[in-house]
C-alpha cells in the first residue's frame, strides 16, 4: 500500500491498520508530496475547479463511450478517504483538494522511526533523489526505497531518478531493495534501469494510459508492449534473462 499521510495521527494509523488486515505485505510512505506541485498542464487544461476549458470539453467529445460511462456511473471517488473526508468533500476534486490542503508537511526521519515502530512488515520510502539519503533509509531501518521524482509532477528541475541509481546502488550494497520510477515509457528504459542496479522499475503511467485507452484490456495491452520490448532489448544485448544484465552494458 502507498501511504500518503494527511490529517491527524489517527488517519494513518487507520490507514495502516486497514492495510494490515487487508494481507498488504509492504507499506510505502510517499514523502514527496507535502506541498502540491505547480503543475501547468492541469492550468491549461481547467478554467476553474473540475471546470474544464473549452478546448478541453471539445476534446472530451471526441469521445463518446467515455462520456456515456460518466454520465451513467459518475466520477470515481477516492474510496480510500471516504471515512476521514468532512461532509463538504465527498465528490472527487472537492476531496481531491481536502487532502491536497490536509497533506502532512512534518515527516522526518524521527516521524520515520515512529511508522517504523508501527509498522511490522517491509517498509520503503518513496520520493528520494540523494543516494546519501538512500544509505540513511537503509540505516533507519528501511527496506528498500523509490528513487522517484513524482513523475516530473512536482519540481520540475528535479533530478530523473536513474541519475543517481548506480551511486546508490553502491553505497547500500545487493542486498538493500532499490526501486525507481519516473519517465520510464519504454521497455528500453527499463532494461537501462536494471542494468545500473534496480531491483524493478514501476510503469504506472503506461499502465493509466492503456486504462484510459481500453480498460482493462487496454492496461493488458500497454504492459504487453512494454514486456515484449523488455524481452527484445536483452535479446539485443546478447542476455538470456533478466539476472545476465551488467552495468557494462550502459554506456555514459
Given at each position: 500500500?502507498?501511504l ?10 487507520r ?23 505547480n503543475?501547468?498542464?492541469d ?9 474544464l476549458?473549452l478546448r478541453?470539453r ?8 467515455w ?29 481531491a ?17 515512529q511508522?517504523r ?21 537503509r ?13 516530473g509532477r512536482?519540481l520540475d528541475?528535479a533530478?530523473a531518478p536513474?541519475?543517481?541509481?548506480a551511486?546508490?546502488?553502491?553505497r ?25 542496479g534496480?531491483?524493478a ?8 494510459y492503456g ?5 482493462e ?7 504487453a ?8 532489448t ?7 534473462n ?11
Open positions: 500500500m502507498q500518503y499521510v494527511f490529517g491527524a495521527d489517527e488517519v494513518y494509523r490507514l495502516i491498520d486497514r492495510a494490515l488486515g487487508a494481507g498488504s505485505e509492504a507499506l510505502v510512505l510517499t514523502t514527496d508530496g507535502p506541498v502540491f506541485g503543475r501547468d498542464w492550468k491549461r487544461r481547467y478554467v476553474g475547479p473540475a471546470q476549458s478541453s471539445l476534446s472530451a467529445l471526441r469521445c463518446p463511450s462520456l456515456l460511462r460518466m454520465a451513467r456511473e459518475g466520477a470515481p471517488r477516492l474510496e480510500n478517504l471516504l471515512e476521514f473526508a468532512p461532509p463538504h468533500a465527498r465528490d472527487l476534486v472537492s476531496m483538494r481536502w487532502s491536497q490542503g490536509a497533506m502532512r508537511a512534518d515527516l522526518d526521519w524521527r516521524w520515520f522511526a511508522l515502530r508501527e509498522w511490522p512488515r517491509k517498509l520503503l520510502i518513496k520520493g528520494v533523489l540523494k543516494a546519501v539519503d538512500v544509505e540513511r533509509a540505516d533507519a531501518g528501511a527496506d528498500g526505497v523509490v528513487l522517484s521524482n513524482h513523475g512536482q528541475g533530478i536513474i541519475e543517481i541509481l551511486d546508490a546502488r553502491r547500500v550494497g545487493p542486498d538493500f531493495t532499490i526501486l525507481v520510477d519516473s519517465g520510464f515509457r519504454r521497455g528500453t528504459d527499463v532494461v537501462k534501469a536494471l542494468c545500473l534496480a531491483d522499475v514501476l510503469l504506472g503511467r503506461a499502465a493509466l486504462l484510459a485507452a481500453g480498460g484490456a487496454g492496461a493488458g495491452r500497454a504492459l508492449i512494454m514486456r515484449a520490448e523488455i524481452d527484445r536483452i535479446g539485443l544485448l546478447g542476455a538470456r533478466l539476472a545476465e544484465l551488467t552495468p557494462e552494458m550502459i554506456v555514459r
